[in-house]
Structure formats: C-alpha cells, structure tokens
C-alpha cells in the first residue's frame, strides 16, 4: 500500500538522518561559529548561569543559577537557526516530504475505511489521534456554539486534517488555523476544507497582522524546544487565547530518565531534550509549571505518558561512561510484564520522555 511504502521510505532516512546529526551539528558549529550569541533563562530571565558541560564538545549546556532551568548557551540567532532549518543537508527536507505525502494521503483516502484504520492505529502516527481526541473532549464541554483552533508549527496539516475528521459529529462551528514557517504549508489543504485555513510562512508574532481573531485553544507539538526567544513565543500566546483559553504542547521532559545524561552519551541525536542547534531549551514538570505562573496561566494537567522508555535505553548504543548503563542492565533483567508495570511508574512519577501539558490562561 501507498502508506506503507511511505512509512518504510521515511523510516529509512530517518534512521540515515539520525546517524549523521551529530557530525551535521559539527559542521555547521565550524561554518557558523561567529553567529553565536548569548540568551538569559528562557524561563526567568536571569543572566547568571553554570556551565555544565559541552555537548559535541562544541557546544555549551549551562543551568541557570536562579531557577535551575538548562539550555544550550551561546547558541546561532534566529537568522542562523533558520538557515540550518533549511538546509537540505540537515535532513528537515525528507522530514517535510514524509508530511507532504502522508498529507496528500489522508486527504484523498480519509473516506477509506481501510487507510483510515490502517493510519490510526500504526504505533507511530496514533498519538497523533490520541492528542487531537484530547482537544475534541475539551471542545464537547465548551458552552458556547464557536470555537476557535491555532495551531503553531502545522507543516502541511496533517494533525488539522486528523482534528476535522474527528469533528465530524460534533454540533459546534470549530473554526481551525494553522500557521508555518513554510512557504508551502497551503500547499496541500489550500480550500479542501471551509474550516480550515493555513497561514503559511507566518512566525506566530506575525499573526495578528493577518487575522484578528482571539482563539480558545492554541496547540504546539514539539516546537518549544526549539524557539531561540521562548518568552516571546508565550507572551504572544498569551495575547492570541481568549480569557480561559488553553495552550496546550507537547516537547520532550528533561527531567526523564533516557534524558538524565548527556545527548554525547545516550540516544538518538534527534531524541534528546538539549541536541544543539535543534533542541535548545529543556523543559520539565517543575520549570513548565513555573513559566505558566510567570505567564500569567494555571496549570490544568502535566503528563508523561510515555511507552518506549525502557526500549530507548534498552537499544541504544551507551558510552561506557554513560550514566544509564545501569538502567538499561537493570531493564534487560525484567520480564516483559515487570517491564510494563516499571513503565507505568515511570509515567506516574512524571520521568517519562514524552510531555503534554495543557495550561489556562488567567
């Protein structure tokens, strides 16, 4: 099927992608290094910070002193970082083709019983729906008839496409934006759909220009980690969401246990909550929960409801100095139900890999 040979297609590069990152990331440091700068805590704004160490030997990873928060310090500005985004050679352009067919995919087959299953339930494209049920029980108890959507960071639409499927039977008027850095990101949607509309090449400070609607909910996965000014990035959704409107994100938990040691020790590249110049900020349950009361929002739910934590360490190649070896002889020892319950407790005590948060403004 079409959808398979895509999957296996994009698994293949990935895996490429994953092998080369580091020596990318190398590079890239060597051709740009004169564009580094410094940035205070993208959570409290403190100046004073501790370096910690260097990840690829390059680059710094520094904790600030004040709220403990770590982040890669100097790292490339903002007109630097895009330039490595596009860059064909650091792999985002076989990412962006992968969502570009599986896009054009699920508009033409959607209908398909067969395709729709097929999609849902393959282990790695259903947490997509896991995440957009999420945001249409939220919109069943919403008491008004409107509801506006945002999502930041859409690429071609796929999570929106997924979200109006889902709305099929719901008797509201949902309203559903997203906006890209991308050129292309109508490319695909472009008036398929009279509720959806994807603003593209549009950085989320950028927006207002374009549309002058408050939004009840406001979604970004895996995006945060990446931003250069995060606090910028949240004052503007601050300003966006409606009184009571929900920012609700996902990115990797630092405080987890595949991320306690560094990205040079443990992991794929890309899987690690600091990998310079992409993942520039680490956030965990403690520093999310203090950046929501800085911003002015509460705090409604904090999850890591992870599955392959144990089967991360379990298959990666460790440095012999590498804290988590002692994990992962401790993983291989277990029974596969011991296995599950070990997940489970991990999940509970919030040191799984993966993070979903859904935060209120005030």
């Known amino acids: ?31 740009y290094k004169d564009n580094l700068v410094n940035r205070n805590c993208f959570i409290c704004n403190n100046k004073t910070s501790t370096i910690l160490h ?38 985002f352009s076989d990412s962006n083709n992968y969502y570009k067919e599986i896009t054009k995919l699920l508009i033409n087959k959607f209908d398909e019983k067969k395709y729709y299953d097929e999609i849902k339930n393959d282990i790695k494209f259903n947490h997509y729906f896991k995440k957009m049920q999420k945001v249409v029980n939220y919109i069943k108890k919403y008491p008004e008839n409107t509801f506006n959507i945002l999502e930041v960071g859409c690429s071609y639409g796929l999570t929106l496409i997924i979200l109006n499927k889902l709305l099929e039977n719901i008797d509201k008027k949902v309203n559903i934006y997203g906006i890209d850095l991308n050129s292309e990101a109508n490319f695909i949607l472009n008036n398929k759909f009279s509720n959806i509309t994807i603003i593209p090449s549009c950085p989320l400070n950028k927006l207002k220009e374009k549309v002058d609607i408050k939004f009840n909910l406001i979604m970004a996965f895996e995006l945060i980690e990446h931003l250069f000014n995060f606090q910028e990035f949240i004052k503007d959704i601050n300003e966006l969401l409606t009184k009571k409107g929900i920012f609700y994100f996902s990115c990797p938990n630092g ?8 990205c040079d020790n443990n992991l794929s590249f890309m899987q690690h909550s600091l990998s310079p110049p992409m993942h520039i900020n680490e956030f965990n349950p403690r520093n999310v929960t203090l950046f929501s009361y800085i911003n002015n929002f509460n705090v409604i739910s904090i999850e890591t409801k992870g599955k392959l934590d144990l089967d991360l360490i379990i298959h990666s190649k460790l440095d012999k100095n590498s804290k988590l070896n002692n994990w992962k002889d401790l993983f291989l020892s277990l029974e596969p139900k011991q296995k599950d319950t070990l997940q489970d407790i991990i999940n509970h005590n919030l040191i799984s890999s993966t993070m979903e948060v859904f935060i209120e403004k005030q």
């Open 54 to 91: 260097k990840s690829h030997t390059f680059y710094n990873t520094v904790q600030c002193e004040k709220c403990l928060s770590q982040r890669i310090d100097p790292i490339f500005n903002e007109e630097t970082l895009t330039i490595f985004y596009e860059d064909k050679d650091c792999a």
């Open 255 to 262: 405080q987890s246990i595949p991320m306690s040691d560094s």
């Open 1 to 31: 099927m079409l959808y398979i040979y895509i999957m296996e297609n994009f698994i293949n590069k990935k895996k490429k992608i994953t092998k080369n990152l580091s020596n990318v990331s190398k590079n890239f440091y060597k051709k």
